[in-house]
Each structure stands twice: as structure tokens, then as C-alpha cells.
């Protein structure tokens, strides 16, 4: 009788931010404007970081990599956010579903990884400023890109694997803006508990891990800054700050989404908004309208574009 009466779901009703015709339309100017800026703000960094030679250093190389998961972060949940906003047709297919689940945990813990490699990054350039370039070299950034990319695929087909043979028959409504696997298990047609719990699980040992590490490493890095010269120690305080600052911003609403055991509807789609609209935006700000070396480097790239406009 199981099996007669199950029907398989083919598709999912995002039930979006807010049910209210105003708050809709104000949510898809909002929306558009700053997803705007975080393809104009971090196609720029890419760009600049790719056609300035002063610029190919590995800090710089990790900074580029960093704005280009934001954008793609952004590119996988705006878009479709503000096409629903416009045309009122919440709906994505399962396999769309699936498909930005996955996506979305291989750019988050890439993300994750990728922070950790960059305060790696500044211990080296702080504490041993000497043996920088050899530490950190080509080879060394490629294996740390490399390494990030790997454990984001790894960590997001782990996730997958736990629920890729769940069936769902009953409700396909998520109250939300995108598919993310809290929600789409609650809809499967099982008792879900322990689905939750190893899914929680899986999360919360790379956002929390990952967290830890780069909390440990600002710790060392001030720790030894203080301790060869006091006069770097507001110096190295500017610069770490805007670090846990993304830091923060970042991890914060993962961990909170993940491992918080009362979830509330309100609260989850707030965070989500900090992740996938205005930390993508603070990246380019704080990392790039902060360093001289960049505003220099984009004013340059605009005046070629310019120029080349004019020639052409």
C-alpha cells in the first residue's frame, strides 16, 4: 500500500522572504542593487588582480579566489531570488534543488578553507617576513587553492550522500529563497532525526573546525607581533580586524543555521541575506578600498579601459 499511495515530488515552492506584495517589491530593489554591486565590485577585483603585474603576489592570488566564490556564492541564489520576486513562479525542479545544494557546500566550504589558507597567508608575511616568498610560493598558493577546492567537493558530496535516496510525497513547500539541505530533509517522508543530526554534524566539524583555526591563528599572529615589536601591534590590529571582520560575517550564520537546535524561520532567512548579499560585498570593500596597492591598481586599470574606449 506504501508504494501505491507514494508519489514523488518533482518539484519545490520556495515560499520566499515575505507574503507581503510591498515588502516583495522592496526586497527585489534591494536585491537587484546589490547584487549589482557584488558582480560590478567583485568582477573588478578579479580583473584588476589578473591584469596588474604588481599585483601577483600570493595574498593577492587568494584574494581574487576569495571574490570570485563570492560571486559565484551570490550568482547560484540571487538570480533565481529576484526572477521569483518578479514573476511570483516560486517554484525549482528537484534536481535544481539537488543541484544548488551541492554547489552551494562545495563554494561554502571552499570559502571556508580558503580563509584559513589566507590567514596562513599574513602569519607568514608577519611573523617570518624573510622566508616569505619561499613558504609562500607559487606552487605552495596552488596547492592551497587546490586543497580548498577538494575539500568543499569532498564535504558536499558527504552531504549529498546522506539524503540522495530519501523520497519525498508529501509537502514541497520551503520557506525560503533557495534549497538548502535543513529544510529539504524535514520535507522527506521518513523520520528525519538522525538525517539532521549527521548532516548537523558534517557542517558544524567544518564551519566550527575551520572557525577555530583562524580564531587560533589572529590569537598567534597578535601574540607575536607583541612580542618583537609593540609599535606593529596597532598595525597588525588594523589589518586582522577586517579579517574577523568577513571571519565573523561569514561563519557566524553558517554555524548558527547548522548547529542552533531551534531553528526560527525569520532569523534563517536574515542570515542568509548577511551570506549571500552583504558579505559578498564586504570582501571586495574591506580587502580592496582599504589597500593602497589596489585603489592604485584599479584607477590604473580604468583609465586604460577609458582609454581604450576613446581609441576605439
Not at 529544510?183 to 538525517?195: E, G, Q, S
Not at 591598481?297 to 580604468?302: E, G, H, I
Request: include cysteine.
Amino acid at each position: 500500500m506504501n508504494e501505491i499511495n507514494y508519489t514523488e515530488v518533482s518539484e519545490f515552492v520556495f515560499l520566499g522572504l515575505s507574503t507581503s506584495k510591498h515588502i516583495q517589491h522592496f526586497f527585489l530593489a534591494f536585491s537587484v542593487v546589490f547584487y549589482v554591486t557584488i558582480v560590478l565590485g567583485n568582477t573588478l577585483v578579479v580583473f584588476t588582480l589578473a591584469f596588474d603585474p604588481h599585483l601577483h603576489s600570493p595574498m593577492y592570488f587568494l584574494l581574487g579566489n576569495l571574490s570570485f566564490i563570492d560571486l559565484c556564492l551570490s550568482t547560484l541564489t540571487v538570480p533565481k531570488m529576484i526572477s521569483d520576486l518578479s514573476s511570483g513562479h516560486n517554484t525549482i525542479s528537484f534536481q535544481g534543488c539537488v543541484f544548488q545544494i551541492f554547489v552551494l557546500h562545495v563554494l561554502g566550504a571552499s570559502e571556508m578553507v580558503l580563509l584559513v589558507a589566507m590567514a596562513w597567508d599574513r602569519y607568514v608575511a608577519i611573523c617570518k617576513p624573510l622566508h616569505y616568498l619561499t613558504i609562500m610560493s607559487p606552487r605552495m598558493c596552488l596547492l592551497l587553492l587546490s586543497g580548498a577546492w577538494i575539500i568543499g567537493f569532498l564535504h558536499s558530496v558527504a552531504q549529498l550522500g546522506f539524503v540522495v535516496h530519501l523520497r519525498f510525497c508529501g509537502p514541497n513547500k520551503i520557506d525560503s529563497f533557495y534549497c538548502d539541505l535543513p529544510r529539504f530533509i524535514k520535507l522527506a517522508c521518513i523520520d528525519n532525526y538522525r538525517m539532521e543530526f549527521m548532516v548537523a554534524a558534517n557542517s558544524g566539524i567544518i564551519s566550527i573546525g575551520t572557525f577555530f583555526l583562524l580564531i587560533i591563528s589572529y590569537i598567534v599572529i597578535l601574540f607575536n607581533v607583541r612580542k618583537h615589536s609593540s609599535g606593529d601591534l596597532s598595525k597588525a590590529l588594523s589589518t586582522l580586524s577586517a579579517h574577523i571582520s568577513v571571519v565573523v560575517l561569514f561563519f557566524g550564520p553558517c554555524i548558527f543555521v547548522y548547529m542552533w537546535p531551534f531553528p526560527t524561520v525569520p532569523v534563517d532567512k536574515f542570515l542568509a541575506i548577511l551570506d549571500f548579499m552583504i558579505t559578498p560585498i564586504l570582501n571586495p570593500a574591506i580587502y580592496t578600498l582599504r589597500n593602497k596597492d589596489m585603489k592604485v591598481a584599479m584607477r590604473k586599470l580604468s583609465y586604460q579601459f577609458l582609454n581604450f574606449r576613446k581609441m576605439s
